[in-house]
């Protein structure tokens, strides 16, 4: 063998491990702010007005967990995101998919430049609408209730629903249906029992996808929310930082964990999800 051929081997175990320690300090500072966030909220307040403190607890506590919900009510705040995130996710949802199988069948140049908009409009940032909306939701006597920002909630998340769908329904092979239509069946009976079936694991990791969106957004319903009673989670942490921008560390980072593990049970699920929905698009009989 020339020196030429028996030093691709090396270049190439070489490349691969460059990429394996990139990957590895990718992961590294993904997870730095959520194994520091789960760290402090198990020490006590010694622990976080110390100069240099450890990485790990000295003396783990849940001291700053109970003081969270003595100080906020974390409960409540938690089943006013849960009702208004579940709400839009499943709205949006079921709007977006006929919407996405249309757009997906039907290419025409009307399709395109709904495609496009769809597209386009994910680049508008929230600033620009919001006091539009707040005009709207005032004129119906939405602000300050939950259907509103459910209502702001669905109009946010049917763009990336609509173009996630899409993507979806495109994965579903033309002749599965073609196939169904020289069967003797009709064109609802190929939608519920053909495409459907497809579908559903993309609009499961669609639902999830618009409730972690839902569940983790701050803006709206920090301006469209005032009643105490009323306001979701994101704005409630906001609640464990004083006039004077004095952040209660200990309380904060045990409430903002609680706030995260639903979004990382429900991340866990859209990943498995994600994966089936390719496979079974790619599915051909």
């Given at each position: 063998m020339s020196p030429l051929g028996r030093g691709r081997p090396a270049?190439?175990?070489?490349?691969?491990?460059g990429q394996y320690v990139a990957l590895l300090c990718y992961l590294v500072f993904l997870a730095f702010p959520l194994a520091w966030l789960l760290s402090t909220a198990f020490k006590p307040a010694r622990e976080l007005a110390s100069l240099h403190p450890g990485w790990l607890p000295d003396h783990p506590t849940l001291d700053n967990f109970r003081q969270a919900f003595d100080e906020q009510p974390l409960l409540r705040a938690a089943l006013n995101s849960l009702t208004a995130a579940a709400s839009a996710a499943l709205i949006a949802t079921v709007v977006a998919t006929p919407m996405a199988y249309a757009l997906a069948r039907r290419r025409t140049r009307l399709t395109r430049a709904a495609s496009g908009w769809v597209v386009v409009s994910q680049a508008f940032p929230i600033v620009l609408v919001i006091i539009p909306l707040f005009l709207v939701l005032k004129g119906l006597r939405l602000v300050d209730t939950l259907p509103g920002l459910v209502m702001v909630y669905v109009v946010w998340a049917l763009p990336?629903?609509?173009?996630?769908?899409?993507?979806?329904?495109?994965?579903?092979?033309?002749?599965?249906?073609?196939?169904?239509?020289?069967?003797?069946?009709?064109?609802?009976?190929?939608?519920?029992?053909v495409t459907a079936p497809l579908l559903a694991p993309g609009i499961v990791a669609t639902?999830?996808?618009?409730?972690?969106?839902?569940?983790?957004?701050?803006?709206?319903?920090?301006?469209?929310?005032?009643?105490?009673?009323?306001?979701?989670?994101?704005?409630?942490?906001?609640?464990?930082?004083g006039a004077e921008g004095v952040a209660d560390l200990g309380p904060l980072a045990a409430a903002a964990l609680l706030a995260t593990?639903?979004?990382?049970?429900?991340?866990?699920?859209?990943?498995?999800?994600?994966?089936?929905?390719m496979l079974a698009g790619a599915v051909k009989n």
């Open positions: 270049r190439r175990a070489a490349t691969r491990a990336f629903a609509l173009w996630m769908l899409t993507g979806y329904v495109r994965a579903v092979p033309r002749e599965l249906e073609e196939a169904a239509a020289v069967d003797g069946a009709g064109r609802l009976r190929t939608l519920t029992s639902v999830l996808f618009a409730f972690i969106t839902s569940w983790n957004e701050f803006f709206f319903a920090l301006v469209l929310l005032k009643s105490p009673g009323k306001q979701t989670m994101p704005v409630v942490l906001t609640h464990f930082i593990l639903p979004s990382l049970v429900l991340f866990a699920f859209v990943q498995r999800r994600i994966t089936g929905g």
